[in-house]
């Protein structure tokens, strides 16, 4: 198993950036590959992006491809996602997500979450 907590949610205005965190515990983080889901107020949880566990192919949600990007750094036990040009419908609580083997899209495959952080952005 793998426990997920995240960190660097905050409130930023329209146009600015933010990094999100994603710490895991356990030896094994290098074996998972990663994501990040996001669910705004009243609306179903969305896919935001992924990425192998060896970090060299990742996967965005085609609206935020060019302003997100994640990465991780396995020496950490960490993943981040980096967020520019933040717009006011990118506010949600922002999920980080591990699964062993590769990723998918579909958010309902991924086994593990942590509790999220909440990103707000005012306009």
């Known amino acids: 198993q793998v426990q997920l907590v995240e960190s660097g949610g905050g409130l930023v205005q329209a146009g600015g950036s933010l990094r999100l965190s994603c710490a895991a515990s356990g030896r094994t983080f290098s074996t998972y590959a990663m994501g990040w889901v996001r669910q705004a107020p009243g609306k179903e949880r969305e896919f935001v992006a992924a990425i192998r566990m060896s970090g060299r192919s990742t996967s965005y949600a085609d609206s935020l491809k060019g302003r997100f990007t994640i990465s991780r750094d396995n020496a950490k036990n960490t993943m981040y996602l980096q967020m520019n040009s933040l717009k006011p419908e990118d506010t949600a609580v922002y999920h980080c997500?591990?699964?062993?083997?590769?990723?998918?899209?579909?958010?309902?495959?991924?086994?593990?979450w942590g509790q999220g952080t909440q990103v707000t952005v005012s306009s």
């Open positions: 997500a591990a699964r062993s083997g590769t990723y998918y899209k579909d958010w309902s495959l991924w086994d593990y």
